[in-house]
């Protein structure tokens, strides 16, 4: 199974949320990304349940030595969520992380301002918050996300993925209220090989996303 692009992921993701929102399971939804790659996958669930659509920024803390091994990751001004085993086989301490923690920092903060333009933070309290990403791997990323929205105090939170290894999806189950990710291939390298289009998004690309579903009803 593969998707032809994040797109079509995300219709697909959009017609099982849509099936849940007509049980009354999401009640005042406000869709959150994960950008670059949740952004187009999000921008089809918040136009089918009609509801606002912003991002949330998550950095990845990579090992100083291998930038793409993720040893941690934060969201928004929260403390950085290390994998610990991770740290421990690597021979590496929080402490030795400070500075690719403040780079990350700078640069998801650097995001945030790009991305909303001048707007605010949506309010979360009391709405129904739907995380979304392209795919989960790890779940590094998508835990430290979950840990962002629930301070927020919302009411509910759900992770929506269109493809995510088994293990982070029931991983995730301890950070959501509910999970919804559509497969859960048994052998799962890295969500790239589950999309026959996975090109890299810019920043243009998120801004476009973001205007589309503003300009489609509103400010939310």
């Known amino acids: 199974m593969q998707f032809r692009d994040r797109r079509q992921a995300g219709q697909e993701l959009a017609e099982r949320l849509r099936v849940l929102q007509e049980k009354g399971a999401l009640p005042h939804p406000v869709v959150l990304a994960l ?42 001004d929260e ?3 290390f994998d610990d085993r991770t740290l421990a086989g690597l021979g590496l301490s929080e402490a030795s992380l400070a500075d690719v923690v403040e780079r990350e920092r700078k640069e998801l903060l650097r995001r945030e301002e790009h991305y909303r333009q001048g707007r605010p933070a ?36 759900v992770l929506a993925v269109p493809v995510g290894s088994q293990q982070a999806a029931d991983l995730m189950r301890a950070e959501a209220d509910d999970v919804v990710c559509l497969y859960r291939p048994r052998a799962f390298m890295a969500v790239g090989e589950w999309y026959e289009d996975f090109a890299q998004l810019t920043d243009d690309d998120v801004l476009e996303a973001l205007r589309d579903v503003t300009a489609d009803h509103g400010h939310g």
């Open 79 to 81: 403390p950085p969520l």
């Open 35 to 76: 950008p670059r790659g949740g952004v187009p996958v999000a921008r089809e669930v918040a136009r089918m349940l009609q509801a606002p659509l912003d991002v949330l920024v998550v950095r990845k803390i990579g090992a100083p030595f291998q930038e793409e091994l993720g040893v941690g990751a934060i969201a928004g």
């Open 122 to 157: 949506p309010q979360l309290s009391g709405r129904t918050v739907i995380v979304v990403d392209d795919g989960l791997a790890t779940g590094a990323t998508a835990r430290a996300a979950l840990r962002a929205v629930r301070r927020r105090e919302p009411e509910r939170v």
